[in-house]
């Protein structure tokens, strides 16, 4: 099974016609309350591909608590390593216009509250039915290098996705197999301005230089670069008609973590992650966007 160790909020989304200005107030046109935070919904990509999945994280002592777990479990996520703590579930406050320009405050709240000693308990807890774990940013830092330490430990593939993007201490890398930014979050970790295949190589590069055994780069609609010791490949991304690029990213991580659960070769985890994340851009959303494995089946078929 896939362990997730990550954040959890309740995306609070406002949709009008343009943002407003400063001060100003507009009239809206839609609103949505749906479970969000890259944990969750990388946990509910990895459930929806099929894997068994657990979630680790803190929610708060609100109604958006219930948002939030009633949402990781419709999508058949595990929410028993999952703590309630006093205060409040983490928020994600999102305004979209009608062109799609967004903008994004995320307030954690919960998800400070997560620690070294949940994540510990949650991997003794876990540990004899997990192969892969997954991290984010979105957590304390010092939370996920631990989880990373104790997760190769454990003798589990540690996949990290670094976004949002932040300095990380260099240590972090050795206990990490699998890294998978997409081009700003690779720009702003390695200073090499990643634009396409070549530079996407050479930040590839750099995270094996710091231990790292595989680095994934993701291009958006130019696919993915596959960065080993042994072979650097540039995948093309599938044709898709893309209506919302939010959470691609998540689909694609999700996906690949629990096609490695499933005992996939990296080459086919690969294949399967960016069917996700092509799917996951052809429907409004984050989590609601994210496709079961029926519909990446049908798109590897194709
Ligand atoms: P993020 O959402 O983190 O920015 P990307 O946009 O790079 O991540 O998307 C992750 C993966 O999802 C890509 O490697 C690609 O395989 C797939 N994907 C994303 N956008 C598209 C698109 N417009 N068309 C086809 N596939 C896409």
Do not use: Y
Not at 179 to 192: C, F, M, R, W
Request: glycine content about 10%; proline content about 5%; some cysteine.
């Amino acid at each position: 099974g896939v362990l997730v160790v990550g954040s959890i909020t309740a995306d609070v989304t406002a949709f009008s016609r343009r943002l407003p200005q400063r001060g100003e107030t507009v009239l809206g046109d839609d609103f949505t309350l749906v479970l969000g935070g890259k944990g969750a919904n990388q946990a509910v990509a990895a459930a929806r591909a099929g894997a068994p999945t657990w979630m680790v994280g803190c929610v708060g002592q609100d109604l958006f608590r219930d948002i939030a777990l009633d949402g990781l479990r419709a999508h058949g996520v595990q929410t028993s390593e999952i703590r309630t703590v006093p205060g409040r579930t983490g928020v994600a406050h999102i305004r979209v216009d009608a062109s799609g320009e967004n903008d994004i405050v995320i307030t954690p709240l919960a998800n400070a509250a997560l620690t070294t000693g949940m994540v510990d308990a949650s991997i003794a807890e876990a540990r004899d039915r997990t192969r892969v774990m997954l991290l984010q940013l979105e957590v304390p830092a010092e939370v996920t290098r631990h989880a990373a330490r104790a997760g190769a430990e454990a003798g589990f593939t540690v996949v990290l996705d670094p976004a949002p993007a932040q300095p990380l201490p260099d240590g972090i890398w050795a206990h990490v197999d699998i890294v998978t930014p997409n081009e700003s979050e690779a720009s702003a970790l390695t200073g090499i301005a990643v634009d396409g295949p070549e530079a996407a190589e050479r930040a590839g590069r750099w995270f094996l230089d710091r231990g790292v055994s595989h680095a994934l780069i993701t291009l958006g609609a130019a696919g993915a670069v596959s960065v080993t010791a042994e072979a650097v490949r540039h995948v093309p991304a599938f044709r898709v008609a893309p209506v919302d690029t939010t959470a691609a990213g998540d689909a694609f991580t999700g996906a690949l973590g629990a096609a490695l659960a499933a005992g996939m070769d990296t080459d086919s985890a690969l294949r399967t992650a960016m069917a996700s994340g092509a799917l996951a851009t052809t429907r409004p959303g984050a989590s609601p966007s994210i496709p079961d494995r029926a519909a990446v089946r049908a798109l590897l078929a194709a």
